[in-house]
């Protein structure tokens, strides 16, 4: 039979807009969590990571916001540029784990 | 920056055949991982190493995969008896030390099974 990818969902911004991209987890244990940018053809590039003993971070032009009641994690990118164009992933963590758990992906297109 | 390396880029094999996947770690990083990623889906868990020894794997991992740290610098991934399905992007991670300490990961190896 035909073998069919996930249809990822996408966003799209424009240039210099804010992005939202959002995440929700599966494990109520998680206490590690991490955002990934994924351009094509190559490996996950870490952006920004959080514990579960927060709920906001902020880095360089991204905020990633953890809600632990709901298991729901959001990346911001503030100003987005074309060079913001790839697929982002969360993954999360477990301690005593050493394995991380990706999520499906959301694929960013910035429109100038 | 440091970075992981991975090779080949690209390793094309026939199905039945064994292949061998190489990754060079961060210096001083202690942790190690292989994921593999089937075209346009997620990123999968493999296998994590630590100690010279596999600290957890997945159940794609079966007994046709292993993993080596051959030489201290090294890490690998060898499939045994290649599988059509078998077909992805393999991409290795490694960590410093810690719980939950980031993993960064390398730009992959694009197995093709024929």
């Known amino acids: 039979g035909e073998s069919v990818g996930l249809h990822l969902p996408t966003l799209s911004v424009q240039e210099g807009d804010n992005s939202i991209i959002n995440c929700a987890y599966s494990?109520?244990?998680?206490?590690?969590f991490i955002w990934y940018k994924q351009e094509s053809g190559k490996g996950p590039q870490f952006i920004i990571d959080?514990?579960?003993?927060?709920d906001k971070r902020q880095g360089q032009r991204v905020t990633v916001l953890l809600n632990k009641t709901v298991k729901h994690l959001s990346l911001q990118i503030a100003a987005t540029q074309p060079g913001d164009s790839a697929v982002y992933f969360c993954?999360?963590?477990?301690?005593?784990?050493?394995?991380?758990?990706f999520g499906t992906g959301t694929r960013l297109k910035v429109l100038a | 920056e440091p970075e992981v390396t991975q090779t080949p880029s690209h390793q094309v094999t026939q199905m039945g055949q064994e292949v061998i996947l190489r990754c060079v770690p961060i210096?001083?990083?202690?942790?190690f991982y292989w994921y593999r990623q089937i075209l346009g889906q997620k990123v999968e868990f493999l296998v994590s190493?630590?100690?010279?020894?596999?600290?957890?794997k997945s159940e794609i991992f079966d007994d046709q995969f292993s993993v080596e740290r051959p030489d201290g610098s090294n890490f690998t991934l060898k499939i045994r008896s290649t599988k059509l399905e078998d077909s992805a992007m393999y991409f290795c991670?490694?960590?410093?030390?810690?719980?939950?300490?980031?993993?960064?990961f390398g730009p992959g190896t694009r197995l093709t099974v024929l």
């Open positions: 991670a490694t960590r410093l030390a810690g719980v939950a300490d980031t993993q960064y």
């Open positions: 494990n109520s244990a998680s206490d590690y």
């Open positions: 959080i514990r579960s003993n927060m």
């Open positions: 993954a999360e963590s477990t301690s005593g784990t050493y394995k991380y758990i």
């Open positions: 210096s001083n990083h202690l942790y």
């Open positions: 190493f630590y100690n010279n020894e596999i600290s957890e």
